[in-house]
């Protein structure tokens, strides 16, 4: 499975500007900073279609992506990739409630086409106590959430495992559901990006 077309479809603040068509839909989420906007470009394998560093108070936005998937049998899978504000500005302890705005809650709450939400977390660091209140949120609300660690050229292979498992239990995920559960990506050599994609067409064939 691979991404063999994205284009910038929409941008929205509030629910009458979701675009229509009714594509499946992922999104993506994590603090600011995280390495969103690089894995978005890393897996449309297009710079510059999410923005890199963006200013912390900058105005925000959910910015719609269209992607054209190809199974191995040449056949088309389109779905809406969705990137999501990032969070975590505020230095002190955020509520998952508090950490988002009211749009994003609205997004949460009513986009009835949302298959999967992937977290991203720092690879190189515990989570922050806003990853533990979103990813708990998400799961609280019957989220399908992939958790994607980012930036994992960062430290060294042998310390990948014990990272993952500082992480996982760092937001609580549920034992059972950790072993492979989280995937491990770089934007800058590609890893966790066959993975990742593998993943999404799962649950868009589902
Ligand atoms: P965003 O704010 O979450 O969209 O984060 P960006 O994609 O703008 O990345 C923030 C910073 O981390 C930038 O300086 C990126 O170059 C860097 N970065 C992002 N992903 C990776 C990665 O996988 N590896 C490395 N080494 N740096 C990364």
Redesign the pocket.
Known sequence: FNIINASYAATAVNASQYPEGGLSEIAFI??????????IN?LCRQNGL?????TPGKTQTINYFRLTGKLPDESRLEFMLVDLP?YGYAKRAQTARSTWSKFIEEYWLKSTRLKLVCQ?IDIRHPPMESDINVYQWLVEHGLNVQVVT?????ITKGRIQQHIQVIAKGINMPQLSQDGRIIT????NGAGRDELLDVIRNILLK
Do not use: C, E, F, W
């Not at 994590?30 to 894995?39: A, D, E, H, P, W």
């Not at 999410?50 to 963006?54: D, G, L, N, P, V």
């Not at 980012?150 to 960062?154: E, L, M, N, Q, V």
């Not at 990506?185 to 800058?188: G, K, L, T």
């Open positions: 994590g603090r600011s900073n995280v390495g969103k906007s690089s894995l890393s999410a923005r890199t560093s963006r990032g991203l980012t930036k994992a050229d960062k990506y770089s934007a800058v």
